[in-house]
């Protein structure tokens, strides 16, 4: 069962000039980047069939994006490239008291069209991935990302959500990415979110709370993140945290990609129709927590995603 995921695929340029600002620092790592592209990455590298629907400059930084995913050996037939637009960036530095100097270089991401979309044969896949921030931005990207929700759905595709919040992406717009979030919620078969975001979704004050919110208003299977504490499951009127294991964390980068790239790898190994009790997910998840958790002992998540395989699974569901 092959995976679709879309949005973003943008080059994030690391500020490693510790406790400088992005006007101060000098000194920058180039790294691929964006949450769905990730996730493409992670499903491939665990011998996944992946495909990434994504727009890119027709410029050096998308002829890397495109090259990188296809090293994974992901499809990228539906990574398209403008010519009139730059690659997205985003330039980040991490200062002293714990904030990021962050400024978002917006480019071709946001360029990906309905028409563009258009042309995917969705009867190639089994699942699709929505795990992109940027498309709850204006532009065309927001529209073709809604577009493929309502195809997917009308011919009874899984669907996969992950919000992936950015706060400074949409502190001026909260509402508006909250209002948008939940008709996927609603709308999905799977999601993801952090701690963060339940409790910000739901505005709730606490994680049960925000837990039960979720298995009120929504009928999919869902998985609140929680670090190093493991991952809260959401699956028929039933929560469970399956723990995670104990590592040396180097670099936190890309680990919730993986875990979703994990869990959709598992997915379309076995099939979503085939997993149908709370220790499948159980099983799914524990694997999961693995792959998130070896994502951080390597610093970076493409670097990461390499020595991903699906010998990290211990147990898969039958």
């Known amino acids: 069962m092959k995976i679709l995921c879309i ?5 994030d340029m690391i500020c490693i000039d510790k406790g400088k600002s992005l006007s ?41 994006l495109i090259s990188t995913m296809h090293d994974f050996g992901v499809d990228t ?7 009139n637009t730059f690659t997205t960036f985003a330039f980040v530095s991490l200062m002293e008291n714990g904030e990021r100097d962050f ?9 990906l069209n309905i028409a563009e979309v258009g042309q995917i044969d969705l009867s190639e896949f089994g ?32 669907i996969s959500f ?13 509402q508006d990415f909250i209002s948008q979030a939940w008709y996927f919620l609603e709308h999905c078969h799977f999601f993801k979110v ?19 919110y979720f298995l009120e208003k929504t009928k999919a299977i869902f998985a609140v993140t929680l670090g190093k504490e493991g991952t809260l499951i959401g699956f028929q009127n039933q929560l469970h945290i399956v723990p995670s294991i104990p590592i040396k964390p180097v670099d936190t980068t890309g680990a919730g990609d993986a875990f979703v790239g994990a869990v959709l790898y598992q997915l379309s190994h076995y099939s979503p129709s085939n997993v149908q009790s709370l220790a499948d997910w159980q099983s799914i998840v524990a694997n999961a927590n693995r792959a998130g958790a070896r994502t951080c002992e390597y610093m970076g998540a493409m670097e990461a995603f390499k020595h991903l395989s699906s010998r990290i699974f211990y147990s898969l569901p039958t």
Do not use: W
């Open 194 to 212: 952090s701690e963060e975001e339940a409790i910000l979704l739901t505005k709730k004050n606490t994680l049960q709370a925000a837990a039960e």
């Open 24 to 64: 101060e620092g000098e000194n920058f790592l180039k790294k691929t980047g964006g949450a769905p592209t990730n996730v493409a990455a992670a499903v491939a590298a665990l011998g996944g069939q992946v495909a990434l629907a994504a727009k890119v400059g027709k410029d050096p930084f998308g002829k890397q």
């Open 7 to 11: 949005g973003e695929a943008l080059i």
């Open 162 to 174: 992950d919000p992936n919040y950015r706060h400074l992406l949409f502190k001026d717009n909260l």
């Open 103 to 111: 400024v978002f270089n917006r480019g071709a991401d946001s360029n």
């Open 77 to 83: 037939r539906f990574m398209f490239q403008d010519k």
């Open 127 to 158: 699942i699709v991935h929505f795990g992109s921030a940027t498309c709850f931005l204006a532009g065309d990207l927001q529209e073709a990302y809604k577009y493929l929700l309502d195809k997917a759905l009308s011919q009874n595709i899984f």
